[in-house]
């Protein structure tokens, strides 16, 4: 099973700063299969990134995904108050597919 | 568009069965390409992928759940449901149905908690 881990556990920044999130994988993620989630309270995950670039349907420019084998990172460039929230990353490239245990973004 | 939605007891004795129904509303269940999913997120923790369905039947399981979980599919009602046996309290969780799609979960349902107690 792949192991994937986030840092930092909580990120405090302020609205219109640049957010960097980072995923490490236990092993080499195939074929980039790694996708990013954000997460509101209260609310289901919602697909922002797959196959660790490609932005989902209706995702701002704002959201961009990077990275390669073990290394993944998830950058919010101009942070917006509707930001805030938890990010989970998730790898599909081998079963089972696992999640992080998520990055909480606060405003600072 | 495609909504999803969960529906079932949100309390559940220790050592019986989770029985969870998600409706799929919108779209066929048959759409193919797509795979019917659980998933579930313990209280204050991450999520945990249960496991997912194809229409035709053809089933995937998270191993470290796989001896407790059937997940199946009625396409004449557009659901898929989800059982889990011999519950406890570690499986107190938020419940979500998923579509999966191209590996991702691309549309979730709100959610269901299911609590596990005497």
């Known amino acids: 099973e792949i192991v994937l881990t986030q840092s930092p556990g909580t990120l405090s920044l302020s609205p219109g700063e640049r957010a960097t999130l980072s995923c490490r994988a236990s092993?080499?993620?195939?074929?980039?299969?790694l996708a990013w989630y954000q997460q509101k309270p209260g609310q289901a995950p919602r697909l922002l990134i797959y196959?660790?670039?490609s932005r989902a349907t209706g995702i701002p420019d704002r959201f961009s995904g990077s990275g390669s084998g073990t290394d993944f990172t998830l950058t919010i460039s101009r942070l917006e108050p509707e930001d805030f929230a938890v990010y989970y990353c998730?790898?599909?490239?081998?079963?089972?597919?696992?999640f992080g245990q998520g990055t909480k973004l606060e405003i600072k | 568009q495609v909504q999803l939605q969960e529906s079932g007891p949100g309390l559940v004795k220790p050592s019986q069965t989770l029985s969870l129904t998600c409706t799929v509303s919108?779209?066929?269940?048959?759409?193919?390409?797509?795979?019917w999913s659980w998933i579930r997120q313990h209280p204050g923790k991450g999520l945990e992928w249960i496991g997912y369905?194809?229409?035709?039947?053809?089933?995937y399981y998270n191993p470290s759940l796989k001896s407790r979980v059937t997940i199946s599919v009625d396409t004449s009602k557009n659901q898929f449901s989800l059982k889990l046996t011999s519950v406890t309290a570690a499986d107190t969780a938020v419940y979500y149905c998923?579509?999966?799609?191209?590996?991702?979960?691309?549309?979730w349902g709100q959610g269901t908690m299911v609590t596990v107690s005497s």
């Open positions: 998923a579509r999966r799609w191209g590996g991702t979960f691309d549309i």
């Open positions: 919108g779209g066929s269940i048959r759409s193919g390409g797509y795979y």
């Open positions: 369905i194809y229409y035709s039947g053809s089933t």
């Open positions: 092993q080499s993620v195939s074929s980039s299969y």
């Open positions: 196959g660790a670039s």
């Open positions: 998730q790898q599909y490239g081998s079963s089972p597919e696992t």
